[in-house]
């Protein structure tokens, strides 16, 4: 086995390096300071790859619980606000008066309510003395009792009059960004009249279609990476709900992925492409995806043969937090494959391995899975 490759890296040697000529000539420097990794052999979870449709995680509209003239516009189209922040301003000078209104006549009540309930004592101490009558005496109660009902009733509404006055400022719901503005100064609102369109963004649901023949095989909970078109940055989310009915049209089971979105590089409406960790399992080769090195469209790795990089062109499989499950002609368990350094070396060059920094280990077991594309 270790003739035989050898021999295919002469081969590749050779191509290589008539593509890249001015490397060649280097060949007489120092060797290039590397750290190795075996290639080990573990199991994996086959995986199946699908386009996805992201939306926002809430987008509502903003109504007006009062109605009145709009007075202000406190925030623009398009920005982030937080949760309590003014986005509309409404007239407040007619609540503001009723607001007053009522509270005298909450004020009459309660002195009122306070008259009553000091009658119906004096009421009691002479009935003590049966110097009045029980007639008397359920007649003051009674008076008493609707005098204090009277400034609960009041009590109340001067309540939902400041409540109505407190809510002439339309503020956020939630923390997200604004959308389209409905009104405009001096239009006039009802309660529920919608005035702005609010959208959060920092969790995102995506949507996927899961064929038929795929149906039971995606887990709730299970892990799902997602990338987005010319963005090189993964995004990692979890399963949170499968429908059991198919859709009539496409005969997929729509799955519902929830990816949490700090920095709001995904929106709505956006396509991306998740890839869904199924339950079945089976084993192949593994190495850190710090090994895979790209050369236009071939991919490799790089190990060591008698102090020298040799490439080995590889096929990535799958792909799972830090490590790549990977095929290829000449891959052996245990084989080193360079992880530190080999943005600095070519087939054929000098080599000095080095033992892994403090705080890095080779020994850990990653579950990773292998890649379908479902149709």
Not at 87 to 96: E, F, G, H, N, V
Request: charged residues 20%.
């Amino acid at each position: 086995m270790k003739n035989r490759l050898r021999l295919r890296y002469f081969w590749i040697v050779l191509l290589i390096a008539c593509s890249i000529p001015e490397r060649a000539s280097g060949q007489g420097g120092p060797p290039a300071s590397i750290v190795t990794e075996p290639i080990r052999e573990q199991e994996f979870n086959n995986q199946i790859r699908l386009v996805g449709r992201c939306q926002a995680w809430t987008e509502s509209q903003v109504v007006s619980e009062v109605s009145g003239v709009v007075a202000g516009i406190n925030a623009e189209e398009g920005i982030y606000v937080e949760r309590g922040e003014p986005l509309i301003s409404i007239d407040t000078r007619r609540i503001a008066l009723a607001v007053k209104a009522k509270a005298a006549a909450e004020r009459q009540a309660e002195i009122n309510s306070q008259l009553a309930e000091a009658g119906l004592q004096r009421i009691k101490e002479l009935k003590e003395r049966n110097l009045v009558s029980e007639t008397r005496l359920d007649s003051a109660m009674a008076w008493a009792g609707i005098q204090s009902a009277r400034h609960g009733q009041l009590e109340a509404e001067l309540g939902q009059l400041k409540l109505e006055l407190e809510n002439c400022v339309i503020r956020a719901r939630y923390s997200g960004f604004t959308g389209k503005r409905l009104v405009d100064v001096g239009s006039w609102v009802t309660a529920g009249t919608p005035v702005f369109e609010t959208v959060d963004i920092s969790r995102i649901r995506v949507y996927v279609d899961l064929p038929e023949r795929y149906f039971g095989h995606v887990a709730l909970g299970s892990e799902v990476t997602l990338e987005r078109t010319g963005d090189s940055h993964s995004y990692t989310g979890t399963v949170i709900g499968t429908s059991a009915n198919a859709s009539a049209q496409t005969h997929t089971f729509p799955i519902t992925i929830e990816i949490p979105n700090p920095d709001g590089l995904l929106a709505g409406g956006m396509l991306v492409r998740a890839t869904l960790t199924m339950k079945e399992k089976f084993t192949s080769f593994a190495v850190s995806k710090d090994a895979i090195v790209r050369q236009g469209s071939s991919t490799m790795i790089y190990t060591v043969i008698d102090g020298k990089a040799a490439p080995i062109p590889v096929t990535l499989t799958a792909t799972a937090g830090d490590y790549v499950a990977v095929t290829g002609d000449g891959l052996e368990p245990g084989m080193p494959v360079v992880i530190r350094g080999n943005e600095r070396i070519f087939p054929g060059s000098p080599v000095m391995t080095n033992p892994p920094s403090e705080g890095e280990s080779t020994e850990q077991e990653p579950e990773v899975s292998s890649v379908e594309t479902g149709s």
